[in-house]
């Protein structure tokens, strides 16, 4: 993947009494580059599914709400929440084809004693297909790089269809968008690690949020019927890199997966980026 060049890029803030917490830096607008890996139902064709691969380009914009959100108790006192806006816009990077398009919000939630739990974070998000995300999760921060694990594409499920001779050929003989390798296609996250190699990252902040076991995704019936958004999972890392002359940047990675199930199978839309804040 290509991103700005990081000489040009915004020097990272360290603000650690934000009332945004370890989402203060997510605050900017980041532009860089990555890879979207998605099954489609193929029935138009008269197949079960095809592959689609692409190269992308992405821009993210973080806007601070502002100020407080009070969520009025009654089990407990008020809390106040704070947060971001954010539109994410990705496109092919070949065709310049926009591909998605997102909007929504990051909150920063505080501990609570009704119920009982402690701090987390919260991204909330609408896609035009018709779907409509809630995800939680909690935010850390670590000396050093990130820990990015693999993460495979491999459909799971109990239909038949896995099981077929060459069913899931297309996963092994694609034709590779520019700069996406074979390896790619079964572990996304790996391009992750490409990107980074022969960085010096001095710390990383890690945001994971996922639709379960808190929270959900909402579609319309066309796309429930159909290709069933079931769940998400995602990982964003705030990476302040240094360079040699001992200048630092802000970089952001990320992994998503959405599982989509048709076919009685569940097929894994992986999206992975690498993003500079400008």
Do not use: C
């Given at each position: 993947?290509?991103t ?19 989402l ?6 980041w ?15 008269n197949?079960?599914?095809r ?40 496109n092919?990077a070949?065709?310049?084809e ?12 505080p501990?609570t ?39 495979s ?9 896995l099981?077929?001779?060459g069913?899931?050929?297309p996963y ?17 996250n790996?391009a ?7 960085q ?10 996922s639709s ?24 964003f ?10 200048s630092q940047?802000?970089q ?17 839309h992986?999206s ?7």
């Amino acid at each position: 993947m290509t991103t700005k060049n990081p000489l040009r890029a915004a020097q990272p803030r360290h603000d650690t009494a934000s009332p945004l917490g370890l989402l203060a830096n997510l605050a900017g607008t980041w532009s860089g580059a990555g890879f979207n890996l998605i099954a489609l139902p193929n029935k138009q064709h008269n197949q079960s599914f095809r592959l689609m691969l692409n190269a992308t380009t992405e821009t993210i914009q973080f806007n601070s709400i502002g100020g407080a959100v009070p969520n009025r108790g009654s089990a407990q006192g008020d809390i106040n929440i704070f947060g971001l806006t954010y539109l994410q816009r990705v496109n092919d990077a070949q065709t310049h084809e926009g591909i998605h398009i997102e909007p929504g919000i990051w909150l920063n939630v505080p501990p609570t004693t009704a119920p009982a739990a402690p701090a987390s974070i919260v991204r909330q998000s609408t896609i035009p297909h018709g779907d409509s995300l809630l995800a939680q999760g909690t935010a850390s921060a670590v000396a050093g790089g990130p820990q990015i694990a693999p993460v495979s594409s491999k459909p799971t499920g109990n239909s038949p269809l896995l099981h077929q001779l060459g069913y899931l050929d297309p996963y092994g003989h694609s034709n590779l968008p520019p700069g996406m390798k074979q390896g790619y296609v079964g572990n996304m996250n790996q391009a992750l690690l490409d990107d980074i190699a022969g960085q010096h990252i001095v710390n990383t902040v890690a945001l994971q949020v996922s639709s379960l076991p808190v929270g959900g995704i909402v579609n319309i019936p066309f796309i429930t019927t159909n290709a069933n958004a079931t769940r998400m999972e995602a990982t964003f890392w705030i990476e302040t890199v240094q360079r040699p002359d001992g200048s630092q940047f802000l970089q952001l990675q990320y992994t998503q997966t959405v599982i989509l199930n048709f076919l009685n199978i569940d097929w894994p839309h992986i999206s992975v980026a690498t993003l500079i804040r400008t």
